[in-house]
């Protein structure tokens, strides 16, 4: 194997080492070129077995013991299995015998009087102890047993083994890994505090002890994250130099004719928001902000100050929603905001006549709409606008990160605001969002009634049953959401939407008015049931997720939620949101699936009892990751293969100072010392180093 035309991009089936069979199981895990081999990292390390002697042995315990082979035998058991069995001696002289099913092939390496290391669970049998399927190490001579290290575990897939992996490793490591480029320069490198690149290679995969695997999965997670951040602070930097916002600057007239026009006063915390807002808004450099606030925090009005500032200023502003609904009643709250005014608010949606839609795509155009509310119809490429100035999306975590992305990206570079119900972490706004500035909003408006929170189980309900027909005696509306739409063949344990439909409409509450919404209804048709529910037509709506966000209905303040432990915390916490809109106190009724795990309980007594949509949030970060949060598609975080933006927030820290000092130094990256790290970066986030689907 010496040949010196291997590199690291050689395929691996050059290699005489690799046998042919192994091929297809390492393309299964994307494994194809030599390089592919190297950055494949453990996924965890075995940790080497203590050393003992006889007299510290104990039942089931793993460990290491040195001892001679005395005496082999070997024969086929009655079920047609190989069996091969050593009689050794351990170095204090009790007697073990080591037993391999299936593996003739170890008859070769064992002949009495030879020393070896056996790894393995001790078993006593009476008599004496037992290990099966030890791992053995022959040791020659009088030499001391070589180190006892750490040994990698890999992911694999069927057919492919730990000991086959780390042979593998064993062989083309060493032979390769002083070719790997070096993209961190010494200077970098001694300010991180990392070791070089074929240093780190070696022992990320055969550590020296885990102080050593842990430096060296920390230079390969810091060189990711470096990577990455410089993709973010150049895009920035870029974004900042070259785009030009209209100056929106909230002068003291202008402020207070907007703070007359809202419709209450502002909390403390939305006036610190309307600041950062203003003051963003007041530069060229276009805004890149998230307003994140609890569900009914009071987040409209901001963004209606933002629009209204926007207005001000002759630019016209857009705000996106993620269904009709929602958008509508952002028009009709802005409509209201804007009587006696000249400010032109108009609507796009898809369910729009193809007629009345030319219509409010030409006036836009020309600029006769200053305010533009919609849905995703406003991603379609047919809309233009004359001026615009400020974009705002609506509970972000329902678009995909190519429909945020494109909602700005306009010819005109217009201030952009994102507005959230679950708080992002930091590194994860940087990173998703192209590193967003964040405003947030803490304390609710004053005045709202209290929501209860109740759990029980489907066995338990009758009881619930009767006090929402209360409720709904006293004049309120229930919502009843199922998680399902249909009955599923195979799992009829989960609610769904139609099954709880008819079990209500002619068993649990015949007498009430029962309305049905799930996302397989037309539009007209959903808008139809939602109008009914709104109007107060319907006693009950049973429906999906699909509520989650939007529908305000304050007099419905009876909520039950089944199967409720198939359901995010932030997302249950978004639905209570629905249930405590008015005046009118709130019930909440979350029912566990029957025979639902003890964790999922657990989960959902957090949910009765916390009340506060930033600390479910960070509860369900860490019991479910960012996807969540982020929304089910496209979230738009960066694919990094070792680094995590959650659990090594520090390094996210760290890498961002460090991209931030080097490019106030080098801002295009054009030092030689950089052009590795450069090239890295191009390769990974594109030609214009952009997050590659981050507008
Ligand atoms: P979200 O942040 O979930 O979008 P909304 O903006 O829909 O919340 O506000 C929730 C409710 O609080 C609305 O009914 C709204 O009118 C009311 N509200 C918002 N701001 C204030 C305020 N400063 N004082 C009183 N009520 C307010
Ligand atoms: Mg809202």
Not at 145 to 154: A, E, F, K, V, W
Not at 570 to 577: A, F
Not at 615 to 637: F, I, N, V, Y
């Amino acid at each position: 194997m010496s040949d010196s035309s291997i590199t690291i991009y050689t395929s691996l089936a050059r290699f005489p080492a690799i046998s042919r069979e192994i091929l297809p199981l390492l393309a299964r895990l994307g494994i194809r070129r030599a390089v592919d081999l190297l950055f494949y990292f453990p996924r965890s390390y075995e940790q080497p077995a203590p050393l003992q002697s006889a007299s510290q042995f104990t039942e089931n315990a793993r460990v290491s013991f040195v001892a001679t082979v005395q005496e082999i035998d070997e024969r086929v058991t009655q079920s047609g299995k190989h069996m091969l069995g050593a009689q050794v001696a351990e170095q204090g002289g009790a007697a073990v015998r080591l037993l391999w099913f299936n593996q003739p092939f170890r008859r070769n390496e064992l002949r009495p009087g030879q020393r070896l290391l056996a790894t393995g669970i001790l078993k006593s049998t009476g008599l004496n102890w037992e290990v099966v399927q030890p791992q053995v190490q022959l040791l020659s001579g009088e030499e001391a047993m070589s180190d006892r290290r750490p040994l990698p575990i890999y992911s694999l897939t069927d057919g492919l083994k730990q000991p086959t992996m780390r042979s593998i490793m064993r062989q083309v490591i060493p032979q390769l890994r002083d070719q790997v480029d070096e993209v961190l320069p010494e200077t970098l490198r001694h300010r991180m505090g990392v070791t070089d690149i074929a240093t780190a290679l070696r022992d990320i995969h055969f550590p020296a002890s885990n102080q050593c695997a842990e430096r060296a999965s920390r230079r390969f997670k810091l060189q990711e994250l470096l990577v990455l951040q410089l993709a973010i602070s150049w895009q920035r930097q870029e974004r900042e130099g070259r785009a030009r916002a209209p100056r929106c600057e909230p002068t003291g007239k202008i402020h207070s004719r907007i703070l007359n026009r809202l419709k209450y006063q502002l909390t403390a915390d939305q006036m610190r928001a309307i600041e950062d807002i203003g003051r963003d808004m007041s530069r060229e450099i276009p805004m890149n902000r998230l307003l994140q606030g609890d569900v009914g925090s009071g987040k409209t009005l901001v963004a209606q100050y933002a629009m209204l500032l926007c207005v001000a200023h002759g630019c016209q502003a857009t705000l996106m929603a993620p269904t009709e609904v929602l958008a509508r009643q952002h028009a009709k709250g802005l409509t209201e905001s804007l009587a006696s005014s000249r400010v032109r608010v108009s609507i796009l949606t898809g369910s729009m006549p193809a007629a009345e839609r030319r219509q409010v795509l030409s006036q836009v155009a020309l600029g006769e709409v200053d305010l533009l509310v919609g849905t995703h119809a406003l991603l379609s490429s047919d809309l233009s606008f004359q001026r615009l100035g400020l974009a705002i999306v609506d509970e972000q975590h329902k678009f995909g990160v190519m429909q945020r992305a494109k909602l700005r990206v306009d010819a005109s570079q217009p201030h952009y605001l994102v507005l959230s119900a679950t708080p992002i972490p930091r590194t994860i706004a940087m990173t998703a969002f192209g590193d967003l500035d964040v405003s947030t909003i803490r304390t609710k408006p004053p005045g709202r009634a209290p929501v209860h929170t109740y759990v029980t189980s489907r066995e338990n309900l009758k009881g619930w049953w009767r006090f929402v027909e209360e409720q709904i005696t006293a004049g309120r509306q229930a919502y009843v959401i199922a998680p399902r739409v249909v009955e599923s063949a195979d799992n009829n344990e989960i609610a769904s939407a139609e099954g709880v439909f008819a079990q209500l409409t002619t068993e649990l509450l015949p007498h009430r008015r029962i309305g049905l919404l799930h996302g397989r209804l037309t539009g007209p048709e959903k808008e139809k049931v939602l109008e009914q529910f709104v109007a107060a037509d319907l006693d009950v709506l049973v429906a999906t997720t699909v509520v989650e966000v939007g529908i305000d209905v304050p007099n419905a303040t009876v909520m039950t939620i089944l199967d409720a432990n198939r359901l995010g915390l932030s997302q249950l916490h978004q639905l209570r949101g629905r249930a405590s809109r008015g005046s009118h106190t709130g019930y909440v009724c979350a029912v566990a699936t029957s025979g639902s795990e003890a964790s999922d309980s657990a989960r959902l007594e957090a949910f009765a009892k916390c009340d506060d949509g930033f600390e479910l949030a960070e509860m369900d970060l860490k019991l479910r990751g960012p996807g969540d949060l982020l929304g089910t598609s496209q979230s738009g975080l960066p694919p990094l293969r070792i680094a995590n933006l959650i659990e090594d927030a520090e390094l996210v820290a760290l890498a961002q100072q460090i991209a931030r000092e080097i490019l106030s130094h080098d801002a295009q990256l054009q030092s030689p010392d950089l052009e590795k790290l450069k090239q890295q970066t191009i390769r990974r986030y594109g030609q214009s180093m952009q997050l590659s689907d981050v507008g």
